[in-house]
C-alpha cells in the first residue's frame, strides 16, 4: 500500500535512544488502550498497571497522530480499520484508517520507539468481500514489514501466525497469554437470585454463551443441536449484540418455538448482567467453526464456570491446562450424539459451585509486568541497533 505524505508527522529531532530499562520514562500508545474497558477489559488489563509503573498510556486515534516521545505503539487488533458502520458501509474509510495506521508506525519508528502487535487474530472474523479483502491483503503486508515485537497468547497461535505470515519470521517474537477478567467484572450474585433474573429453576442445568452473535461462533447450529438432545432440564441461554439481522432473526425464530428450553436476550450485554448470567450458569458453551483466542472462554471461566468448547487454535493448551474438570472439549463438527456426550461429561465432571477456577497462570498484573518488560528488551534492542 503506497504512503501519501502526512503533514502531521514532520520530524526534524534524531531518534531518541530511550534506555529501555527506564519504566518510567516509557511513553506507550494503545491501540485500544485502558478507555475501551467498556467494549473489552482486555486492554485495561494489560495497559492500567503500567500507568502504576510510572509509565504514560494514551489512546490511539486514527484523527491525530502519535506524540513525537512515543516509545511503544501497540497494536492489538489491525482489523480495527474495518470496525464501525461507516467503515463497513465505505470501504474508502477503511482504506483511510489503513494509511494512518501505517503513518503512525513510521512516525513512532523513524523516533527510536518500537511497534508491537499482539495477534489475538489472524484476521477479521467474518468474511471481508472482495473490496475489503484486496484492503486487509496490502494493509497487512506493509504492517507485518513495520512490527519490532510480535506477542502471541500460546506457542501454537504464533505457530499459525507465522503460517499466515511467513515474513514475521525474522521479527523478535514472545508468547504472554490472554488474562484472566476477575477484576474486570462485577462480583457474582446469589445463585438463586440470578436463576430468578433469567426465569429458569433452581434445579436446571444452565449453559450460556455470552459475547458477541456471530455465523463464526456457530451459535445458531448449536441452539439447533441443543434442541434436539436437550433433557428436560437443561436449558440455553444466549446473549450478546448480532449485527446480522438475519441470522439473528433465525435465533429469535428457533427460540419461540422452543418451549422455554433457549433463552435469546439479543443485546450487548452489561457488565452486571454478565455477572448474573454466570452465577446462574452451570456450564459455558462454545461451537466455533474457527478461532484463534477467545476472551470470551476466559470469561466464562473467571467467573467461576467451566467450559464446553472446541479445542482450537490456543483453546487445545488451554484445554490441557484446565483439564477435564474446567474445559470439556466439544467434538467437531458439531453433532447431537458428539453435543450430548460432552454435556454428559461437564455434568458428571462438574466441580461444587464456589470451586475457583485454576487461573493463576492467567494472572493480569503479572501479564501486563510481562509485557512491560517484553518492550523494555525490545527498546534495548533498538537502542543498540542504532548505535553508530
Known sequence: MSLSPDFACGLSSPPRRIDGSD???????????????AVNPYTWLIHEPMTGQGCAVTEFSFYRACPADADVLHV????????GRVSRAHPFLSRLYARRMLQQMDRVKSQGGIVVWTAHNIAPHEPLGEPRERIWQSYMAAFCSKLDLVINLTAEA???????????????????????????????????????????????????????????KGILELARTFLRIAREDEKLVIAGACDDAAYLSALVRLASGSAGRLIVRPHRVSDDEIAVIYSAADLGAFNFKHVLNSGSVLLALSHEVPVCAPELGS??????????????????????????????????????????????AFDPDGISARTLAAYRDCLDRVARALKP
Not at 525474522?170 to 426465569?199: C, F, N, Q
Open 76 to 83: 492489538h487488533w489491525p482489523e480495527r480499520i474495518f470496525w
Open 315 to 360: 483453546l487445545k493448551a488451554l484445554s490441557e491446562h484446565l483439564g477435564l474438570r474446567w474445559f470439556v472439549p466439544l467434538p467437531q463438527p458439531l453433532s447431537p450424539e458428539g453435543l450430548r456426550k460432552a454435556l454428559d461429561v461437564a455434568r458428571a465432571e462438574r466441580p461444587p459451585r464456589g470451586t475457583s477456577a485454576p487461573l493463576d
Open 158 to 216: 504464533e505457530r499459525r501466525c507465522l503460517d499466515a505470515y511467513p515474513q514475521l519470521v525474522p521479527v523478535h517474537r514472545i508468547v504472554i497469554p490472554h488474562p484472566h477478567y476477575r477484576a474486570a467484572y462485577p462480583p457474582r450474585v446469589d445463585t438463586a437470585r440470578a436463576r430468578d433474573a433469567l426465569g429458569v429453576g433452581a434445579s436446571d442445568f444452565i449453559l450460556a454463551a455470552v459475547g458477541a452473535i456471530r455465523p463464526g
Open 23 to 37: 519504566a518510567r520514562a516509557m511513553r506507550i500508545v494503545a491501540c485500544p488502550g485502558p478507555a475501551d474497558r
